[in-house]
């Protein structure tokens, strides 16, 4: 969340894209319209939310549907950012892109890193096992 938060920020204060010319039915928050924040913090909590609870379930059906509810909830919130009037469909659509960047980001860096011995190269493992002998 924080990392998508830091890039919406800084993406809203350089593009500065208007709301689209339609009836809001939402107050217009002080930001940009492009990318959708609301979307784009939507991914990055549901789906690493489902994420974390996938990877801890040994259950496929019950993987399948936390990830059924961890997709279907940002894809609702960036419907209703159009449907209200907040949002172009591309604002929406590069907010899905950068949650889903961060996601992935995040997944990389903390559910799949290597462990201590597996960041240290061939090299020295070698070494330290011809030693160990």
């Not at 920020?9 to 217009?28: F, I, K, M, S």
């Not at 961890?70 to 899905?96: I, T």
Request: glycine share 6%.
């Amino acid at each position: 969340m924080w990392s998508q938060s830091l890039v919406f920020l800084g993406t809203t204060e350089v593009v500065g894209r208007h709301r689209p010319p339609v009836e809001h039915l939402d107050p217009a928050p002080p930001t940009s319209s492009f990318p959708s924040g609301h979307v784009s913090a939507a991914v990055a909590f549901y789906c690493g939310l489902a994420l974390v609870l996938a990877t801890h379930t040994r259950s496929r059906a019950l993987q399948v549907v936390i990830w059924v509810l961890g997709v279907a909830a940002p894809l609702s919130v960036a419907f209703s950012r159009v449907y209200r009037g907040m949002h172009f469909l591309s604002d929406v659509a590069w907010g899905l892109l950068l949650g889903a960047v961060c996601v992935a980001v995040a997944a990389r860096a903390i559910l799949f890193r290597r462990t201590g011995a597996e960041r240290r190269p061939a090299v020295a493992r070698t070494e330290a096992s011809v030693q160990a002998s």
